[in-house]
Nanobody
Framework: QVQLVESGGGSVQAGGSLRLSCAAS????????MGWFRQAPGKEREGVAT????????YYSDSVKGRFTISQDNAKSTVYLQMNSLKPEDTAMYYC??????????????????WGQGTQVTVSS
């Protein structure tokens, strides 16, 4: 199994920045992609950014492109999400996920097998 633990959430004013971290442990050979997803109250979970751990290829949703950056430290089995220019509509529970994917854009939550517990991000106007 794979265990994922997120950290770095919090409250920030619009225009501010936060950095989320996700540390993986266990059978890390089971996945080739990690990603960040978010879910706001009353809304479906949506993909924010994903990265293929071997190639480093990254994918972003249109709503965060240019503002968020996903990166990784393979030695630490950790993925990060740097969030800049935050907006109130970015308010949500943010989840880290890992999965064994076949390639190509991977922003669909159903493609990922392992999930963290989530970390809350709140952006006030």
């Amino acid at each position: 199994q794979v265990q994922l633990v997120e950290s770095g959430g919090g409250s920030v004013q619009a225009g501010g920045s936060l950095r989320l971290s996700c540390a993986a442990s266990g059978s890390t050979w089971r996945y080739n992609s990690m990603g960040w997803f978010r879910q706001a109250p009353g809304k479906e979970r949506e993909g924010v950014a994903t990265i293929y751990t071997f190639s480093g290829s990254t994918y972003y949703s249109d709503s965060v492109k240019g503002r968020f950056t996903i990166s990784q430290d393979n030695a630490k089995s950790t993925v990060y999400l740097q969030m800049n220019s935050l907006k109130p509509e970015d308010t949500a529970m943010y989840y880290c996920a890992a999965g064994a994917l076949g390639g190509g854009p991977a922003l669909t939550p159903q493609l990922f097998q392992y999930w963290g517990q989530g970390t809350q991000v709140t952006v006030s106007s």
